[in-house]
């Protein structure tokens, strides 16, 4: 597979998985897991396929233009940087599927685990890969959606729950503080593109901007790893199955904000600023985190706090500063990654074994499960850096570093206090292990535990044995990968790597020495410590992060109700008293004045027109309380306005007044079914009078507005473009449909999904109608009803359904035309719903039911994803999104004919306002069929 299509296909693999996962849902269980892990194994393979080129040196690279005004391209990557994260991703999501296999309940919605699952790695693969930032910022929030999803997969468990709002919250928050960041450092850099911002460096440190782009991007990449003050959300995501807790804290989310640091290192490190705020977090976290770890008693919350600890010794290795200090931290990032994801799955088969994970009710299961002891103990002692395992290595290196580090003017506070963390992590990581294997024999709520298989054991016992060749053969496993990824990182030459055992006696080795027999006299008097350290009081972070959002939802509640009041006339007037404040400002400000340009000349009929529209507006207010009245003096405004159009030239807008003029009449007809016959005054008179004022001066400010920009000269501006090009660039002589379709095709996208949305809202506000309160005012409205004797009349029903299949011809002459002549899908679309209401109005709404074949909201959907999929169909043959592409082809017997893509997304714009507009008459309709049947019950 070429590059051009291997990084689109490694990004999108996970993707696709997913959604096939759900379209399989109702197959076995072992379908999911082979398509899940089926996924995971071929993007390895692809990876590791370009595994030797990269680390050679050809940093591989995709592009595809996609908004390039906004800087926004499908730009991807793979440097040895990316290829080491993407592999632990892939690598340890292929093994968390397989564990998931044996760890998963039988009858658990394995489809929906594993497609979020899969979502989740997609998006740390976009993460690892993209290669614009702004591209990174979108998989960035898809992380924390997908791990919102993960974390809250027990949706019928509060901690679970919780859990996963909190973390959504966090991480949410500083996703929008690096999406500022991010936004900043393009501006600065003169480029959104990584390759190109990695080298300007120096440009964006002597910005004045730098501190802002500084603090803003690191509030992400704390949020993101849990540092302090951030950390508490970490533990409470442990609600989450022991798959996700494993994948999430070793490979994936947390690490995503150590890969940050990492890839923006060239241009944001080297300052003190940097030093000072990265280095002090970190080592703080690694403090905090550890202490806190040593007095847990949940497996998992050992665990999630011991992450906690191991990111802040990563992002304090990456605040140094140095090169060497940047190797330390990558190796580091694989040493834990190796322990942890098999920490976390020993931790998950204790819990399925014995069914407690309470280190306190455990005790003495070497004895009962060998083989899951011998792997505990060995992720463990690697995360305590004992020899002979890569985690040894990692943590003499950081010691090593902590000795050249200073952090305000003190030389020796950085490696005292690097010394009481590794104390403190071998001190929670050995009595991990010792307490739990050995000791008298406790087994929680089973009798007799025993080793499970090899779905269970398997993955990590590969894990634990690359700990432990991570220590032995650290060269021949590591040696290339860390000195090519540290390489890219620091932008310079391959680092001199000697990863070994022994390096003779040294600062770092005596500190190693005394930081493990500190944490043996600390073992030994555990138990006296961990009571004295209960009863110091101390901050609960889930207390205080309640506590938080109960108060801003309580302000934010307070402003809603003072602003949001149930009065629409209210808002309205504010609307307009404000609009009308604003126009008087400027007019006092610059004057508007009317222009000398020519006018055209009023005829009879024009006068007759206008005299009409001023008298149809007039009785509209005159006789509110009467709808139908109200309803016709509408259409007659509609009406005239649409003869405007066509008296000025605009005969596609006259077209779609008229066709949204019958459309809206026909659906009001149908709503005023459902409200009272006789409706009381809601507005006293002198509040008539002040509505009136308003609504007059703010309707003759427009109208003056209209005229003083009307009378003015034109002038040559976009729309000469659109003139110009609308054959040769679009293919179509109607210039507002290939606006429409074409040139401004992404806004018509953006409108369809808004009507879509509005129908979808129509059906949820609707549906409870005819219940409750509701149910019971829209029964006393309907009590009041006379209905005509002739529901239905025959010559009624009869002429719809002649005209039935006219009007669909002409809906459809209408759609086919639109390109080059007056028409269109959104006119055509409006036609159609014509047709199809009056079957409604004519034959009653069961009859029409019942011979209907597609719901709305299938319609809705296909229009919008067929609107999309015309749009990333230009993608693929290297055009802008949404572009359109024409063509004539010569049929027999009709001669030339025109075919253009746009005519699919006019496709797609038509089936979702023919849905939005059901979707509209259904829930009217069915809202009267309820109450109907709702009065026969009680009567």
């Known amino acids: 597979m070429t590059v051009a299509a291997a990084l689109p296909a490694l990004t999108c693999l996970p993707f696709v998985a997913a959604v096939a996962l759900l379209g399989i849902r109702h197959a076995g269980r072992g379908a999911h897991l082979a398509l899940a892990g089926g996924a995971s194994a071929a993007g390895l393979a692809m990876l590791l396929y370009r595994a030797p080129a990269v680390l050679a040196g050809a940093t591989q690279t995709?592009?595809?233009?996609?908004?390039?005004?906004?800087?926004?391209?499908?730009?991807?990557?793979?440097?040895?940087?990316?290829?080491?994260?993407?592999g632990l991703i892939l690598g340890i999501g292929l093994l968390v599927v397989i564990y998931a296999a044996g760890y998963l309940a039988a009858g658990e919605a394995t489809a929906r685990f594993l497609s979020f699952l899969m979502l989740f790695q997609g998006a740390m693969i976009g993460i690892a890969l993209s290669n614009n930032v702004l591209l990174m910022l979108i998989f960035w929030e898809l992380t924390s959606v997908a791990s919102f999803l993960l974390i809250g997969f027990w949706r019928d468990r509060a901690d679970a729950r919780q859990g996963a709002r909190m973390a959504l919250t966090v991480t949410g928050g500083g996703g929008l503080a690096l999406i500022a960041g991010m936004v900043m450092l393009g501006k600065v850099a003169g480029s959104y593109e990584l390759a190109t911002i990695l080298t300007r460096g120096e440009?964006?440190?002597?910005?004045?901007?730098?501190?802002?782009?500084?603090?803003?991007?690191?509030?992400?990449?704390?949020?993101?790893?849990?540092?302090?003050?951030?950390?508490?959300?970490?533990p409470h995501a442990m609600a989450a199955p022991t798959p996700v807790s494993a994948y999430l804290h070793s490979a994936t989310m947390v690490k995503a904000g150590v890969f940050l640091l990492a890839r923006l290192w060239p241009v944001l490190a080297g300052t003190g600023l940097w030093?000072?705020?990265?280095?002090?977090?970190?080592?703080?976290?690694m403090v905090l985190g550890a202490a806190v770890a040593l007095f847990r008693h949940d497996l998992k919350a050992i665990l999630a706090y011991s992450t906690i600890s191991q990111l802040g010794l990563m992002v304090m290795l990456l605040g140094f500063g140095t090169n060497a200090a940047v190797v330390a931290a990558l190796f580091h990032l694989l040493n834990h990654a190796a322990f942890k994801a098999a920490l976390f799955m020993h931790a998950g088969i204790v819990d399925h074994e014995t069914g407690t994970r309470d280190h306190r009710r455990l005790g003495g299961l070497a004895a009962l499960m060998p083989l899951t002891a011998t792997l505990g103990v060995l992720a463990?002692?690697?995360?305590?850096?004992?020899?002979?395992?890569?985690?040894?290595?990692?943590k003499e290196m950081m010691l090593e570093q902590s000795t050249h580090a200073m952090l305000g003017g003190r030389t020796l506070l950085v490696p005292a206090l690097a010394t009481l963390a590794a104390s403190l992590s071998a001190a929670y990581s050995l009595r991990y292990a010792i307490a739990l294997h050995a000791g008298a024999r406790r087994t929680g709520e089973a009798a007799a535990p025993h080793d499970p298989g090899a779905a269970l054991l398997a993955p990590p016992a590969i894990l634990a044995a690359l700990a432990l060749g991570l220590g032995l053969a650290p060269m021949a496993l590591a040696g290339r990968l860390v000195a090519t990824a540290s390489a890219v990182v620091t932008g310079g030459a391959l680092p001199e790597l000697h990863l070994a055992l022994w390096h003779g006696v040294s600062a770092a080795l005596l500190m190693s020495v005394g930081a493990v027999a500190a944490a043996l006299a600390l073992l030994r008097c555990h138990r006296p410590v961990a009571a004295a350290v209960a009863r110091w009081p101390a901050p609960d972070a889930k207390r205080l992060f309640d506590a938080a959002m109960e108060a801003i939802v309580t302000a934010l509640r307070r402003a809603s109700t003072a602003l949001h009041v149930a009065a629409l006339q209210r808002y309205l007037l504010v609307l307009f008293a404000v609009a009308l404040l604003l126009g008087l400002d400027a007019a006092a400000r610059a004057g508007v004045l009317a222009g000398g340009a020519a006018t055209t000349p009023a005829s009879a009929v024009d006068v007759v027109a206008w005299a009409a529209l001023v008298i149809a507006t007039a009785a509209v207010i005159a006789v509110d309380r009467r709808r139908y009245l109200a309803l016709l003096f509408v259409s007659v405004i509609g009406l005239i306005m649409a003869l405007a159009f066509v008296r000025l030239s605009a005969p596609d807008l006259a077209l779609t007044q008229i066709a949204v003029e019958v459309v809206t009449i026909l659906l009001l007809l149908l709503a005023l079914h459902l409200l009272p016959g006789n409706p009381p005054r809601l507005s006293s008179v002198p509040r008539r009078l002040r509505d009136a004022a308003v609504a007059i001066a703010s309707g003759a400010g427009a109208g003056w507005?209209?005229?003083?920009?009307?009378?003015?000269?034109?002038?040559?501006?976009?729309?000469?473009?659109?003139?110009e090009n609308s054959y040769s660039?679009?293919?179509?002589?109607?210039?507002?449909?290939?606006?429409?379709?074409?040139?401004?095709?992404?806004?018509?996208?953006?409108?369809?999904?808004?009507?879509?949305?509005?129908?979808?809202?129509?059906?949820?506000?609707l549906e409870p109608a005819a219940r409750g309160v509701a149910g019971r005012r829209l029964r006393a409205w309907r009590s009041q009803d006379r209905h005509s004797p002739e529901r239905h009349p025959m010559m009624f029903v009869m002429a719809t359904r002649l005209l039935l299949p006219l009007a669909l011809l002409v809906g459809l002459y209408l759609f086919l035309r639109g390109h080059n002549q007056p028409g269109g899908g959104f006119v055509a679309a409006l036609v159609f719903s014509i047709a199809i209401l009056l079957q409604y109005l004519a034959s009653g709404f069961d009859w029409t039911d019942e011979r209907r074949r597609f719901g709305e909201h299938r319609l809705i959907g296909l229009g919008v994803l067929t609107a999309v999929a015309t749009g990333m169909g230009s993608l693929l043959f290297g055009a802008p999104f949404l572009s359109s592409s024409f063509g004539y082809a010569h049929l027999p017997l009709i001669g030339e004919v025109e075919l253009a893509t746009a005519m699919l997304f006019d496709l797609g714009v038509a089936l979702v306002v023919v849905g939005a507009v059901m979707m509209a008459l259904a829930q009217l309709s069915h809202v009267a069929q309820r109450a109907a049947r709702q009065a026969e019950e009680e009567a």
């Open 62 to 86: 995709f592009r595809l233009t996609w908004i390039p005004k906004l800087g926004l391209d499908l730009s991807l990557w793979l440097d040895p940087l990316a290829l080491l994260f993407a």
């Open 203 to 234: 440009i964006v440190r002597a910005s004045p901007l730098y501190p802002v782009i500084l603090v803003t991007i690191l509030l992400g990449a704390f949020t993101k790893s849990a540092q302090f003050p951030f950390h508490f959300w970490l």
């Open 275 to 285: 030093v000072g705020i990265v280095t002090s977090v970190g080592l703080a976290t």
């Open 380 to 394: 463990a002692a690697a995360m305590a850096g004992l020899p002979p395992l890569g985690g040894f290595i990692s």
């Open 705 to 723: 507005l209209a005229w003083a920009v009307m009378t003015r000269p034109v002038r040559a501006g976009i729309s000469r473009y659109h003139w």
């Open 729 to 765: 660039g679009g293919g179509g002589t109607n210039v507002v449909n290939v606006i429409l379709v074409d040139f401004r095709a992404f806004d018509t996208l953006g409108e369809i999904i808004v009507l879509g949305i509005a129908g979808l809202a129509t059906f949820a506000l």
